[in-house]
T-cell receptor, first 115, second 113 residues
């Protein structure tokens, strides 16, 4: 079964610092990869996704992620965080041809950005 | 356009009871998935319905069931509630093709006493 690991459970940064959140998955076949964000009191929303093509994908709000197949990784990055980026971030993977819309989520990373 | 709606938003039940949660997908979306979110286990996939058929099922006991109606609205049912069923239950909808983005609802917070 697929598993997804997010290495950092809590991250605290100051505004303007750079961000990198790690995500590794276990399934070795074809995967679709996602990062979702949950702002305090709000719904989960999609930051970015990778299905195929350029392994460097850009999402909303200045976020980007790089798919490295050989490392089974899909790390999220942002060059300069803002206080409004305080939220919980989830990496998710859809694996296998018959997965439909079934997502396996990582445990989440809580990011706090200090003003 | 309106997002995914879930009712009720909050629910308190006692052990042994059963509960039904409802999800209305975004108009035109035919796939509805359900997830359970808890502090200990995180976000876990329950099941997905597409065109009134269960397309995938997660690793949950048979007490958890669901269905989808012809208008794509979905319900999930939990019977014989246990304390450990206390969680936020999230519904997500997407267009027919599984390569499309899933849009999540606000969730139903279930507390089992």
């Amino acid at each position: 079964a697929q598993s997804v690991s997010q290495h950092n459970h809590h991250v605290i940064l100051s505004e303007a610092a750079s961000l990198e959140l790690g995500c590794n998955y276990s399934y070795g076949g074809t995967v679709n990869l996602f990062w979702y964000v949950q702002y305090p009191g709000q719904h989960l929303q999609l930051l970015l996704k990778y299905f195929s093509g350029d392994p460097l994908v850009k999402g909303i709000k200045g976020f980007e992620a790089e798919f490295i197949k050989s490392k089974f990784s899909f790390n999220l990055r942002k060059p300069s965080v803002q206080w409004s980026d305080t939220a919980e971030y989830f990496c998710a993977v859809k694996s296998g041809w018959n997965a439909g819309n079934m997502l396996t989520f990582g445990g989440g990373t809580r990011l706090m950005v200090k003003p | 356009k309106a997002g995914v709606t879930q009712t009720p938003r909050y629910l308190i039940k006692t052990r042994g009871q059963q509960v039904t949660l409802s999800c209305s997908p975004i108009s035109g979306h035919r796939s509805v998935s359900w997830y359970q979110q808890t502090p200990g286990q995180g976000l876990q996939f329950l099941f997905e319905y597409f065109s009134e058929t269960q397309r995938n099922k997660g690793n949950f006991p048979g007490r958890f069931s669901g269905r989808q109606f012809s208008n794509s609205r979905s319900e999930m049912n939990v019977s014989t509630l246990e304390l450990g069923d206390s969680a936020l239950y999230l519904c997500a909808s997407s267009l027919a093709d599984s390569s499309n983005e899933q849009f999540f609802g606000p969730g139903t917070r279930l507390t089992v006493l």
